[in-house]
């Protein structure tokens, strides 16, 4: 990193998000404080110049501000349980990870009881996007703070928004994050029933592209079904199934009907089932091609 830095910024998960995070923030000149407890993490983003701590309570000793980007409640809650048990003067702590809302309030009346500022700040995103700063951070929680903070998300996201009360966030990427399973799958239907009519996989991507079908994340997966690709995951379908009971339990208690992502369910169990949980959520399309019987010639144009 060259130059003065902008400020110190700690980040706890180095996953694919997390990682992704701590990179962008570090070629953007802020000095990086990191912690993940996968080894192989920790020294990928050594290299990428991100300062590795040895737990969540060191890190927060020197990083006034925290993003934390976890992959299950339990990570949460002993995370900040680290950080409130540390003692230390007031800490912004933005809390990145899509959760329960009752996971979220939990952490939050945590980290305010000993002191700290927690924020609610999902984003949307896959992890490609993530490497690129193309995401858009669901920011919600103390305002004063979300606005000192906006040159710090910038330099991991394109856009910051500020939906209000804490948890609000969350509710955004609810509502996101269903368009995203309907969509994906739906990406997957549409490839495969040109497949099986006989069409090359790519000018079935080049052309619902530019024309009135397309979608955000049919751009961004549709590649990956046109070459039957799914490992290099942005989002792995594992991970995708704990968002979609978040977001189902979610709609289910405020008694909203949701028909099309309900749908789209058993197509990402059947993933599931087939053994691709850590493969990419487009590797739905693997699925819907094996109910279709589709067998791709040696073009991946499928043989009917």
Known sequence: MAGRSKGTVGVVGLGIMGGAFARN???????????????????????????????????????????????SPQALDAVVAEIAGAKLPSRVVIEASTFTLADKFRAEKALKKAGHVPLDCPVSGTGAQAAVKDLVIYASGDKK??????????????????????????????????????????????????????????????LVKIGAGNSRVFELRAPM???????????KIKVWQKDMDVIGAH??????????????????????????????????????????????GKGRKARR
């Open 225 to 235: 079904m046109v070459k039957a690709k799914y490992a290099d995951a942005s989002m």
């Open 25 to 71: 923030l570090a070629e953007s000149g802020w000095r990086v404080l990191g912690h993940d407890i996968d080894p192989a993490r920790r020294r990928a983003l050594a290299k990428a110049g991100v300062e590795i701590m040895p737990d969540a309570a060191t890190l927060a000793k020197s990083a006034p501000v925290i993003i934390t980007s976890l992959p």
């Open 145 to 206: 703070a979300i606005a000192r903070l906006k040159p710090m998300f910038l330099g991991f996201s394109r856009a910051i928004h500020d939906l209000g009360e804490f948890g609000n966030g969350s509710r955004m990427k609810y509502v996101a994050n269903l368009l995203v399973a309907i969509h994906n799958v739906a990406s997957a239907e549409a490839m495969v029933l040109g497949m099986k009519s006989g069409l090359d996989p790519q000018q079935i991507f080049d």
């Open 251 to 296: 709609a289910k208690a405020l008694g909203v009907p949701t028909p099309l992502f309900s749908a789209t369910e058993p197509v990402y169990e059947k993933a599931l089932a087939m053994g691709l949980g850590m493969q990419d959520t487009a590797g739905v399309c693997a699925v819907l091609e094996k109910q279709a019987r589709v067998k791709r």
